[in-house]
């Protein structure tokens, strides 16, 4: 049976190092300050707005709630990115997606300064990821490595299969995961024979919100399996993976809840807190 990647132990533990840096930040004067701006009533997102403030309280991080009506119109929102990017007491900006149709997110996420840029989904900061000169990861990515790593799971040659090819997962981890010198393959909806490809993978990830997508007979022995997918079944939480199946042949499995989603959070905190440094020591 595969060793669990836990994913919310990571986190909590990674939590205390980023309190003592957030200390030695206020012992300076420094209080690391974001805002995260919420447009509509989309349910999932609120509990997400929540979770961050919860652990941004626990770290002794300050952050803001915007939450905008779901009528809101793309120059008030522009509007209001525009003031928190000028205001210097701020040092991180996100949008909290999805956004309501009438909005263009991807115009709210290029208007943020690519260095308040706590999300890493501005296009400047986007292209820094693929250039191998970033300051700021998108937290999912940066999660799943830092989880590897925390476990001495080297990627170095290894061949690693993401399915899902969003900007927000899929792509970014293909970035820092190259940079690592793995061999990625990224898979999609339009993918076909999807199980030639994951039977011949060391790592398979899955973020594609597709429950139970990835089952035992797609893996191959031995495999490192991260479930990165958030889907409700019959009232409960799972993720892209058959756990109870491919967990008796990977040697680490992620488990949903508890692995990824944790690790999502504490990288916002970490990004926050990378932002707050840097523009303070370049002052
Ligand atoms: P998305 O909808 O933007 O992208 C989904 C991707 O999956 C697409 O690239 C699509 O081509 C691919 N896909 C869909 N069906 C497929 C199939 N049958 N076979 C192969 N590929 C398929 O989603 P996203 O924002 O990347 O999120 C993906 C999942 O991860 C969702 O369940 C989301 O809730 C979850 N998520 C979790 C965390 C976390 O912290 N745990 C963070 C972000 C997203």
Redesign the pocket.
């Given at each position: 049976m595969g060793k669990i990647l836990d994913g919310k132990a990571v986190a909590n533990l990674l939590a205390q190092n980023l309190k003592e840096k957030v200390k030695k930040l206020k012992s300076e004067g420094i209080v690391p300050h974001f805002c995260v701006i919420n447009i509509g009533d989309d349910p999932a997102s609120k509990i997400y707005v929540r979770m961050k403030k919860r652990r941004a309280e626990k770290i002794g991080i300050v952050q803001d709630v915007y939450q905008l009506s779901a009528d809101t119109s793309q120059e008030e929102a522009l509007k209001l990115i525009d003031k928190l990017n000028s205001d210097p007491k701020i040092n991180g900006v996100m949008v909290q997606l999805p956004a309501p149709d009438q909005i263009d997110a991807d115009e709210l996420l290029a208007r943020i300064n690519p260095d308040k840029d706590v999300d890493g989904l501005t296009p400047a900061n986007t292209g820094r990821l693929w250039m191998d000169n970033h300051f700021v990861e998108p937290?999912?990515a940066e999660?799943i490595i830092e989880l590897l790593k925390h476990y001495h799971i080297s990627l170095a040659g290894k061949n690693v299969v993401i399915?899902?090819?969003?900007?927000?997962?899929?792509k970014p981890l293909a970035a820092l995961m190259l940079e690592q010198d793995a061999t990625v393959t990224i898979?999609?909806?339009?993918?076909q024979n999807?199980e030639d490809l994951t039977k011949h993978a060391d790592i398979v990830v899955s973020?594609?919100?597709?429950a139970f997508?990835v089952t035992a007979d797609m893996i191959k022995d031995g495999a490192i399996v991260v479930d990165?997918?958030?889907?409700h079944v019959n009232g409960k939480l799972v993720g892209?993976v058959d756990f109870e199946n491919v967990k008796e042949k990977a040697s680490y499995i992620t488990p949903?809840p508890g692995?990824?989603?944790p690790?999502?959070?504490q990288f916002l905190m970490e990004a926050v807190v990378k932002l707050t440094r840097r523009q303070n020591d370049r002052r």
């Open positions: 937290a999912t999660g399915i899902g090819r969003s900007n927000i997962v899929g898979a999609h909806s339009k993918t999807l973020a594609t919100g597709q997508l990165v997918g958030i889907n892209d949903v692995g990824v989603g690790l999502t959070v």
